[in-house]
């Protein structure tokens, strides 16, 4: 059984950062891709970024280009999302989740397994 454990969130002023981290286990993630999702009170649920996790390609929403950055760890088979000069619109859970194909998806309705998700607060 697939496991994703977000980890890193917290509550940061306007401009500061966060490193978000997804250890994943139960499966074999070679030839998957890992998707960061967020979702704020009363919004549908938001592609963020998302990277090939054999390749490592990445793909970013426009609104984080610049400044949130994602990144895997074959060895630990973990997923980073470090987030930089955060502002108050950032404030959501963020969740992680895996997609068992080698390119991402911007549709939350394509991943196959999810973490319980993590909130993140930025105040202004």
């Known amino acids: 059984q697939v496991q994703l454990a977000e980890s890193g969130g917290g509550l940061v002023q306007a401009g500061g950062s966060l490193r978000l981290s997804c250890p994943a286990s139960g499966g074999s993630f070679r030839g998957a891709s890992m998707g960061w999702f967020r979702q704020a009170p009363g919004k549908e649920r938001e592609f963020v970024a998302g990277?090939?996790?054999?390749?490592?390609?990445?793909y970013y929403i426009d609104s984080v280009k610049g400044r949130f950055s994602i990144s895997r760890d074959n060895a630990k088979n973990t997923v980073y999302l470090q987030m930089s000069s955060l502002k108050p619109e950032d404030t959501a859970v963020y969740y992680c989740?895996?997609?068992?194909?080698?390119?991402?998806?911007?549709?939350?309705?394509?991943?196959?397994?999810w973490g319980q998700g993590t909130q993140v607060t930025v105040s202004s």
């Open positions: 989740a895996v997609r068992f194909r080698s390119t991402y998806s911007v549709a939350w309705t394509d991943y196959d397994a």
């Open positions: 990277v090939s996790w054999s390749t490592g390609s990445t």
